[in-house]
């Protein structure tokens, strides 16, 4: 490894992930072909598929009521594709950041949007709790990591309505109780492949129901008939997930990999908190273990801690344009040994 990758997204995968890629890119299970020239519906690929989507229900536990599906188009197709499919009169959002009302934004073109919570008066420097949930919405939307501003849900609202979370830059970093949500989404870009491919994961009996006419490539139900091969799959970014949740299988699991992202968290909110040049930009009980926001406090510095990190083999550390100063993502491949880096040069940092 050659750089520190502490980029938010499209964000590290583990070394030999990248590896076997390669391998399978030159020569796909010996077949002399590349995973890039195959069929979608060969034996070979298949089984790719097959096998990503069955580690996904082995590592979350999907319940049978629940599909799993890999498809296109990022989350921001799952901000139009969740109300295509699920929104008939009225959806609850919970404005928690910018990914947030990039969804309200679609659901709005469909139906009416009951903001029922929203933390934009503090630029979202804080997850929205203590809100009612109406009953008669027909989803409630959550997004449980705020990528860009390094918040986290630490708890689920319990409620009745379907809780529908995007969960693209927390996934897999830690247990969930899949049974709790009607549908999760996440692009995979974050902490589960590359670019290119979309995880959804949908209780079957909540679609149907709206009496919308839905575009084939809108509809969920076309996919989970098609086990996600309705039309070509991102064959090599499934590939790349797949190689991954075996890595992460190997490691244990997401119960194993929450006790390292946890750690790698502590030792790094730890230091930010003992240095006296740098403060965390959120609220300290929201502070996501995934993408760590923080600022110098003398903000003309910044440009010359940027150049410090790269010089030491620091990369992706540039906050977003949106909320500015730094972001460390933490994600899953992540070695701490990346994290004790940074921690000793901001340290050194005079
Ligand atoms: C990155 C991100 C998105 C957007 O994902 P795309 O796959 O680029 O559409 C949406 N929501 C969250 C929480 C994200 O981190």
């Known amino acids: 490894m ?13 070394q030999e992930v990248i590896q076997e890629s390669a391998n399978a890119v030159l020569n796909f299970n010996n077949s002399g072909l590349s995973i890039l020239e195959i069929s979608h519906r060969s034996k070979g690929y298949e089984a790719v598929m097959e096998e990503a989507r069955s580690l996904v229900r082995e590592l979350l536990n999907v319940p049978p009521t629940h599909e799993v599906l890999f498809l296109h188009g990022g989350a921001s197709t799952q901000f139009a594709m969740v109300p295509w499919n699920l929104l008939k009169q009225k959806a609850g959002y919970i404005e928690s950041g910018v990914w947030a009302q990039k969804a309200i934004h679609e659901a709005k073109m469909l139906g009416e949007v009951e903001i029922v919570a929203s ?14 949930i109406p009953s008669d919405i027909d989803y409630l939307h959550v997004t449980s990591n705020n990528t860009i501003y390094g918040t986290q849900m630490k708890f689920f ?10 969960m693209s830059s927390d996934i897999f970093s830690r247990p969930i109780d899949v049974s709790q949500f009607g549908l999760i989404y996440a692009g995979a870009q974050k902490n589960m492949g590359p670019a ?3 995880l959804v994961i949908v209780q079957k009996d909540l679609l149907g129901k ?3 006419k839905i575009n084939s490539m809108l509809d969920y139900n076309v996919h989970i008939k098609a086990e996600s091969m309705y039309n070509t799959p991102p064959a090599f970014p499934v590939y790349v997930c ?5 890595w992460l299988k190997k490691m244990g699991g997401v119960a194993a990999i929450e006790q390292k992202n946890i750690e790698k968290a502590n030792l790094f909110y730890e230091a930010l908190d003992r240095n006296p040049l740098f403060v965390g930009n959120v609220v300290k009980e929201d502070r996501s273990l ?4 923080f600022n110098l406090k003398d903000p003309a510095m910044e440009s010359r801690f940027l150049q410090t990190c790269e010089e030491d ?3 992706g550390i540039k906050g977003h344009r949106l909320s500015g100063g730094f972001r460390a993502s933490l994600y899953n491949a992540l070695p701490i040994e990346s994290v004790q880096k940074l921690i000793e040069v901001m340290n050194n940092f005079k």
């Open 196 to 198: 290119g491919a979309t």
């Open 313 to 315: 083999g620091i990369v």
């Open 210 to 212: 709206t009496g919308r």
């Open 242 to 246: 797949m190689l991954t949740l075996q």
């Open 119 to 132: 933390s934009s008066d503090k630029n979202f420097s804080y997850v929205p709790t203590n809100y009612q």
């Open 290 to 293: 995934m993408n760590a926001c």
């Open 157 to 166: 609202p319990a409620t009745t309505v379907p809780l529908v979370c995007d």
């Open 2 to 14: 050659k750089q520190h990758n502490f980029g938010a997204g499209p964000g590290i995968l583990p």
